[in-house]
């Protein structure tokens, strides 16, 4: 079976591939694809997004395709950078960008007022037929980075069970709980229980 990743973020893909290790599928990515549509994240919310994504490129692909968009969301910032996560800092913004923003906001704010969750909404698109899925976990906006791994904001969402931030986690220990992991492997579930990976 193929499945394209509506992604060509490394990141995303590389624990999409993780999750669905023990399947016989095959997994193509955008970067496969010369020519494929950027698709423009114009939606409202999360879903979306993700929906679109999916959507317009299983269109392009022929293929089913698995799409997911991802928002931190912050309390302190009424829920901000939430759908603008990725281009917080600007539409070509870096991570390192990004986080700069955050923590530049956030400045002066208490620990205890530094709540935050990341939010992952899966999709999976083929012929008209979709289903989605969410993931969510909560933590804390910490004032410095910490931490070599992960991407995004990782470095600075302290996740206080393991009293790590998702920069300090293995990939592995990461996926077990994180939002991404969590949406994804939902959808891996929804997947096998409606036997879509069989054929």
Do not use: W
């Amino acid at each position: 079976m193929k499945i394209v990743i509506a992604s060509g973020n490394e990141d995303k893909i590389s624990e999409i591939r993780d999750i669905f290790q023990d399947e016989d599928i095959e997994f193509k990515t955008t970067k496969d694809y010369p020519g494929c549509p950027e698709v423009v994240e114009d939606g409202n919310n999360l879903f979306e997004n993700a929906f679109k994504k999916a959507k317009e490129i299983s269109e392009y692909t022929g293929l089913p395709a698995i799409s997911d968009d991802t928002g931190l969301e912050v309390d302190a910032l009424d829920g901000r950078p939430g759908v603008y996560s990725a281009r917080y800092a600007g539409e070509n913004a870096t991570y390192a960008d990004n986080v700069e923003k955050l923590l530049k906001e956030m400045k002066g704010v208490k620990a205890e007022n530094r709540t935050a969750r990341f939010r992952t909404v899966c999709v999976f698109y083929n012929n008209g037929q979709s289903f989605k899925t969410e993931g969510i976990v909560e933590g804390r906006i910490i004032t410095t980075c910490r931490g070599e791994n992960g991407f995004g904001y990782d470095p600075v969402f302290y996740y206080e069970e393991e009293d790590k931030t998702f920069a300090e986690m293995s990939e592995k220990e990461k996926n077990m709980i994180s939002h991404r992991g969590q949406a994804i492997k939902h959808l891996y579930q929804k997947l096998k229980n409606k036997n879509i990976l069989k054929y």
